[in-house]
């Protein structure tokens, strides 16, 4: 039994750093994966939990473990609705995971799965749910090997939530890491983006728009490990889910700390996409991707990396969509259509929340 | 993107299987660890998820991973009250899967913590949550590495729930199986039972009793390396959690197909447990524990694990509360104190629910 005071006294030591989280109470934006989620994550959980695998705040942690190198990640879905065009909560929660550690360069191996039910949830959504889970292991090529089912009663859930974590093993001899992101690499995404977000925001019905669109959610081991094959010269990989590919540029420039200037004309996104984004006034550089990474590689190798990715199907769409730079240090700017350049921040606010 | 027939033709090809969840519905008892349980949990999630390190349903998987041997598991949690006498849901949920390594028989390593909140949570809560889940990994000796937040609306989760998944390695050749067990085996469990299903339903407050008890949360590892150490004929290994003792000799018997003989007056209980659970019109057999472990030894070894047991002070309570023969095949017989025998089931329905 840990004692009354040494809790008190980890919350203590905890409240003299830096920094705090300023809100009293949990708030959606806390969960948007913009400024709250970070100043939560950076002020409660790596300040209590500090170890050098959590400060690295990437995708997943990389770890030796016996001789092995393994990465290992976790992430828990709460998406609504539950199913939507193109996958549900249990294909969304394998691809995340797979993801995760496929942009820390590893081969995803084994997945763990979490349930946390609401009483009275229909036996045949969560059939569905887990046969869809099981179907997108295969895609993936991953097993799962355990798990864990939570009933909680009526109005203590929405339905369904879905906890995955993820193995995988590092057999290449690479180190993808923010930090060795520098001046001249560019910023190359794997396909279309915002897909995954607007098609779940259009799946409520709350908007009365009808749109052709279907979640981009996919397992991306295969295409990361043919770039990986094709240019050693990869800085750093993530996949642009919560807070969309914005998100995860601020986070990269300012690890960093150098610029990122996105050209926004050659960021590919669906018409369809982008005519949704602008009725929901949303930016959709911020919107969710579930099937998409952001890689940065060596400018000498861009090509090299487009050509790679373009041979795969879901790869196809891929595209260099910015450079890094010197000026400004930590952050992200955008080249308009028009000639203008606009500062590109993080996240603030939640626009679309419960999309993941 | 997994087409709908690859997902409805997995749903057809499990229906057509054996055995079926015979409700239609969620109900809190598929949640409570006993038979609703098992039948969910066979019917939907092996069948669908079929795999070699799946259907030991351990408490964890045992994997090889590039030369090295892992166990890799998984838990929810949605205890409540968050926070009862002697813990809260942040050390519950580290001690439970640093719990579930070590009975694989593995030293816990690195953990993972994916948090869901309800917006409206207070901030300071999950300090509290966090700061002992922190203390509770250095305690045990582990590392929480990568995690993930996401948050609720109001209504849709209560407060918090927390789910870790975790690592350890297998440094010893031992495997730890229920079909090991044999007749003349010596059952032992490693303190007294109960008294974390009974804090957490006097901390609820529905019923009028007071009792001076705390939950019995606490890290398992050194105990079981402890006992690992003096006695390698250890058969087999459970963390007697949801569903308590009860359930955890019930799913060893069966396994094995050897009948266990519990002696009731042998199992270590203290007389608040008891007496709560009188009044509550429970068997203390089913509630669970979440410090305490079931191990099955070779018999010629029961006293050297014992008093290996009982050296710490985790396990100074610790006592044989049975053997296994060989008839009824698959049963759990009680030998209660007026002389009778009685058989004890797996756990029908929840008499306890959200007690992890």
Redesign the interface.
Known sequence: ??TEE???E??RR??ERRPR?R??????????GGKA?QS??EA??VD????P??EGLGD??V?G??????A???????VSPLFFP??DIG?LAVNGTVNDLAVCGARP??L?????????????D???I????????T?AGV???????????R????GC?V?T?G?G?L?RPLTLDATAVRPGDAVLVSGPIGEHGVTVMLARGELEIEADL??D??PLNDLVAALLDAVPAVRVLRDATRGGVATVLNEIAQSARTAIVVDEAAVPIRPMVAGACELLGIDPLYVACEGRFVAVVDGAHADAALTALRTRSLGEHAAVIGHVQDDPPGLVLARTAFGGTRVVDTLVG?PL??IC
Chains 1, 2 share one sequence.
């Open positions: 039994m840990i040494q809790v008190l980890r919350i905890a409240r989280v809100e009293e109470r949990i708030t959606l934006a806390h969960g948007a989620t939560l994550v409660v959980f209590a939990f500090r170890n695998a959590l997943g942690a770890l473990v016996d001789g092995a190198r393994l290992f990640t976790t992430d828990s879905y709460v193109g996958g294909d191996l084994y763990s799965a979490g349930f946390i039910l609401e009483e009275g949830f229909p036996v045949a969560l059939e569905r887990v046969a869809s889970m099981a179907a997108a292991a895609r097993h799962i090997v355990t798990g864990d089912t939570k009933v909680v009663g109005g203590k859930a929405d939530y906890s974590a193995v093993v057999e279907t979640s959610t996919a939640d929340p419960r």
